[in-house]
């Protein structure tokens, strides 16, 4: 059973920065994808950015491109996520999860999921 442990969220001005991280087990993730995600108070989850592990390519939401960076670790089964320039609002609760297959931004294609961790952004 593939499990999701993220880490690395706290509090942080605005202009600061973070690195999330996800760290994978139970499965081959040779052929998955790797998303984050994340999702405000009132809100719908919304998609971050997203990797597929073997290759190594990216896409990213419009809201964060350019100051998120996704990576990942095959040596460690990790996933980062690099957040440069935080604005308030970026203040979530930030999810990694995972699916077989190739990158989605939907939240629907993913099939696992982590507990997220809390990301503020203070002004």
């Known amino acids: 059973q593939v499990q999701l442990v993220e880490s690395g969220g706290g509090l942080v001005q605005a202009g600061g920065s973070l690195r999330l991280s996800c760290a994978a087990s139970g499965g081959a993730f040779s052929s998955y994808a790797m998303g984050w995600f994340r999702q405000a108070p009132g809100k719908e989850r919304e998609f971050v950015a997203a990797?597929?592990?073997?290759?190594?390519?990216?896409r990213y939401a419009n809201s964060v491109k350019g100051r998120f960076t996704i990576s990942r670790d095959s040596a460690k089964n990790t996933v980062y996520l690099q957040m440069n320039s935080l604005k308030p609002e970026d203040t979530a609760v930030y999810y990694c999860?995972?699916?077989?297959?190739?990158?989605?931004?939907?939240?629907?294609?993913?099939?696992?999921w982590g507990q997220g961790t809390q990301v503020t952004v203070s002004s």
């Open positions: 990797v597929n592990w073997s290759v190594g390519n990216t």
């Open positions: 999860a995972a699916r077989d297959g190739y990158y989605s931004d939907s939240v629907y294609r993913y099939d696992y």
